[in-house]
């Protein structure tokens, strides 16, 4: 069902999304999104923080690179959110089935927290096998120490995920 040059990419733009996922699968993710978008804000990325996102900062406004994060993130929701999205059973069934395909590897405790994937490539380890994980630590100190502005550190962070 997947290309395998998507199924490989890491960063993803909306429309690599929507051709890894389908159309339908895109749709019921946009529902999901939209309640997303009154359930997390006064969350602050706690999921975010949890799985050790090297891109995440408490003092972001969002995520540095909304329209480049990964399918990790783009088909994560959380309880909070499943319950809160208005869509019937069958629709939130349909949301597990793509995600057995692309599991590999064993589930472990990454897999819990992001239940529907089980590991995540944006902790120290995946950044380092991109090979990005020093440009990226470097940037978030600049920012966090305030020598870079949040729309400065986007536009670089966002430089780095281009695979
Ligand atoms: S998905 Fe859930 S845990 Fe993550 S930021 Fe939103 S409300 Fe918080
Ligand atoms: S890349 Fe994913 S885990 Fe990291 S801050 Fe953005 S949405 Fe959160």
Redesign the pocket.
Known sequence: MFKDTLNTKIFLTDSDFEELFGPRITRLVRIMNKA?GT??PP??????KNIRCLFYSEYFSTCPIFDRRPRECRY??????FTAAPLNGEEKDMLQQPVEELICGDRGGIARLFFLFPEFPLDEKGLASLGIKGEVEQLMREFEKGRLDEKAAFVQLKALCQG
């Open positions: 997303a359930v997390c969350c602050n990325g706690f999921c975010c994560h929701f959380c309880h909070e959110v």
